[in-house]
């Protein structure tokens, strides 16, 4: 099967490995339909966080169709489409019970290899999510939206409810992402009235707003704390930290009114000093990896199928596996909000 691998700083490539077998009873093969590279593949890509070893198997977001399943193996079964989430939630500890999957107390797999023909993917009965039908039923856009709920979707959804965003809030989105632009479709779906965005790009504040943005801001630091308490009096009812850098995580506190919550879901790059400001401030500082299987199941993939939103419009470029460089180059250069990969257009 064909795979993409990181090679070094800046570079990726596409290699020939043998096709997963099934190691465990809890274990699914999976056929990749469509993956695609996620901006936090970018921090090891640029050299700014601790890379893979060369060779490693990228990606984490996919969806496609069960092959084979282990004896443990009883919700999916051969020719199931299905998401496969970044998240391997065993959907019986007390993490997963709680509805934080990400968390998961038993499973230690956090994605990879999915940027592949083939996967095989741990704890499989549970954290699957089936779609109905097969990929043929759906749109080219369809399948775009379904393949967000594998991570992008469900984590700007993530800091949405971690921000316990309500009817009537007023929000501030901070990154404009893909996961910043699907935190402004969560807290669109969660009843805000006000969406601010906190955007410097005409592309992504254009989809931003057509994703329910009220209000662009393109200051930073200082200048945004200051234009965004003018806008709102006392600051926002609710903040989605989607960054993860020590400035995007302290202006989203400062940008919060007493009471409100920062949720955050932006992997963190920096030390920060984030413990005094939300103390003087009753702030909450809350958030991390997202529940995947458990909000796709809860709304997400509802959603989806409804037709109520439409997260795919993130992917404004697509490659093959064979052109995997030209994808990570393109999002590293913000030619691309995010980048697609198809893989088997067969199943169509």
């Not at 890509?45 to 193996?73: D, K, M, N, Q, W």
């Not at 991570?151 to 316990?164: C, I, N, Q, W």
């Not at 931003?208 to 003018?230: L, N």
């Not at 989605?240 to 007493?258: H, K, N, Q």
Request: proline share 3%; glycine share 10%; charged share 25%.
């Amino acid at each position: 099967m064909k795979s993409v691998v990181y090679v070094e700083k800046g570079e990726v490539e596409t290699r020939e490995f043998p096709t997963p077998q099934i190691q465990d009873p809890g274990d699914a093969i999976i056929k990749v339909v469509r993956a695609c590279v996620c901006g936090s593949d970018l921090w090891w890509f640029r050299g700014l966080s601790a890379v893979p070893a060369s060779g490693t198997i990228e990606g984490h977001e996919a969806i496609g169709i069960v092959e084979s399943v282990g004896s443990e193996v009883t919700h999916v079964a051969p020719g199931d489409f299905v998401i496969v989430p970044f998240t391997h939630g065993c959907g019986h500890c007390a993490a997963c019970r709680a509805g934080f999957d990400g968390n998961c107390l038993v499973s230690k797999d956090m994605g990879g290899g999915f940027q592949s023909e083939y996967v095989r993917y741990s704890f499989a009965d549970w954290a699957l999510v089936k779609i109905p039908g097969a990929p043929a039923d759906y749109s080219d856009a369809q399948l775009n939206d379904l393949l967000t709920l594998s991570d992008v979707m469900a984590t700007g959804y993530h800091a949405a409810v971690s921000a316990e965003v309500k009817q009537g809030d007023t929000v501030v989105v901070m990154g404009d992402g893909a996961v910043g632009l699907c935190g402004v479709i969560s807290a669109k779906l969660r009843g805000a009235d006000r969406i601010i965005a906190m955007s410097r790009h005409a592309d992504r504040q254009k989809l931003a707003r057509e994703f329910g943005a009220t209000d662009i801001v393109e200051e930073r630091g200082d200048d945004a704390v200051k234009k965004v308490t003018e806008m709102t009096g006392a600051g926002a009812d609710a903040v989605l930290e989607c960054v993860g850098t020590g400035l995007s995580v302290e202006t989203a506190i400062e940008v919060a009114r007493p009471g409100a919550v920062v949720g955050r879901v932006g992997v963190p790059q920096e030390v920060t000093d984030a413990n005094k400001t939300p103390f003087w401030k009753n702030v909450g500082l809350r958030g991390g990896i997202a529940a995947v299987t458990t909000h796709n199941r809860a709304i997400l993939l509802d959603a989806v199928l409804k037709g109520e939103i439409h997260p795919g419009k993130v992917f404004t470029q697509r490659f093959d596996l064979d052109h995997a460089q030209e994808a990570y180059d393109a999002m590293d250069q913000r030619k691309a909000i995010k980048s697609l990969l198809i893989v088997s257009e067969e199943e169509r």
